[in-house]
């Protein structure tokens, strides 16, 4: 299922957890190709010899893995775009600081992919309008770029706590470091270069760590969790009838778990004919179907029973205050297992 975004200008994707597992696996694989891509870099910068790798070769794949580092961070922003769960917009994808979430964090990552683009340009200008000595200073914005990246991974996303991707992420600013202090050494002619080069790497290591598993060490959200009670957005419409009436909820939850529900009901003045009750949740996807059980005696809430695919139930209440429009104000959305 496809939905429009009202407060912005993306398209939502609500059916399906696919997109939210590509926009993780595409981040996290447009890093590592990235940092080898600079590792590469720095190892032609510093002009090494190897009979296994000429030359030649190196610059191949420092060609190629920039390109495959490009496509990565394409799927990342793409699935980003149209995912659900995040309240992302075109605009948010492209002009760095104005996300509404982690507007830092955020903006940091669109000025490494923006870095990117501009080096991607520079190296189509090489042979014909650049100099190779311009060329060769534009280069350098690669060190920003994967900079702005290792900010971007530590400080957003789920998995940036996750013991493989702090791994990659805390090896990743250790070769750069290491190989960064090597280039400088040799370039200094410095007899023992790993003299310099590994306590450099060690050093960025041991002040890194400290921040990823304090200040920026993330807590997620449960994942589909059997309790939660969350402030609703949501809106209300009534279409009366002479005998009947239908009366329709549809919001999203917001806080410790992330849900959307749609609750109908057809009913006469004396009692409920009908009703059908679902609840999705964000970014699983799981949903929860059932009917609505009860409606609160001054008509400002109700309760209802579902059961998620698995057979798990879950009771859900949901109340509001008194509104003459259609927009549910102070409105909660309560589950129990």
């Given amino acids: 299922m496809v939905r429009r975004d009202t407060q912005g200008d993306g398209v939502r994707l609500t059916s399906a957890p696919i997109d939210w597992y590509a926009a993780r696996a595409g981040g996290a694989v447009a890093y590592v190709l990235l940092t080898a891509a600079v590792l590469l870099g720095l190892r032609m910068a510093g002009r090494t010899r190897s009979e296994r790798w000429p030359r030649l ?3 191949d794949l420092h060609r190629y893995a920039g390109l495959l580092a490009g496509a990565f961070i394409a799927v990342h922003v793409v699935t ?19 996300a509404r979430y982690r507007p830092a964090w955020i903006g940091l990552g669109i000025v490494a992919a923006e870095l990117l683009v501009a080096l991607a340009v520079t190296n189509r200008l090489r042979r014909r309008r650049l100099s190779y000595r311009a060329w060769r200073r534009a280069h350098y914005l690669n060190f920003a770029a994967w900079g702005t990246a290792t900010l971007h991974g530590l400080g957003s996303g789920t998995d940036r706590s996750q013991p493989w991707l702090l791994a990659i992420m805390l090896a990743a600013t250790g070769a750069v470091l290491t190989a960064t202090a090597w280039r400088l050494a040799r370039r200094r002619r410095i007899a023992r270069p790993s003299l310099l080069a590994l306590p450099a790497g060690a050093a960025g290591v041991a002040v890194l760590l400290p921040l990823v598993l304090g200040p920026l060490q993330f807590r997620p959200r449960p994942w589909d969790a059997a309790r939660f009670n969350d402030t609703l957005t949501a809106q209300i419409s009534r279409q009366p009838g002479a005998t009947r009436g239908i009366i329709s909820l549809a919001g999203s939850g917001t806080g410790d778990q992330a849900v959307l529900v749609r609750a109908d009901l057809l009913e006469t003045p004396a009692r409920l004919l009908d009703t059908d009750f679902q609840m999705e949740y964000l970014p699983s996807g799981a949903r929860c179907r059932g009917t609505v059980t009860r409606i609160d005696s001054d008509g400002l809430g109700f309760a209802a029973r579902c059961h998620l695919g698995n057979g798990h139930p879950r009771a859900v209440a949901a109340r509001w205050l008194a509104s003459a429009g259609t927009e549910l104000q102070g409105a909660t959305i309560t589950a129990t297992s």
């Fill in 57 to 59: 070769a190196v610059e």
């Fill in 80 to 98: 980003i775009a149209i995912d659900s769960y995040l309240p992302f917009s075109v605009t948010s994808l492209v002009v760095p600081f104005v």
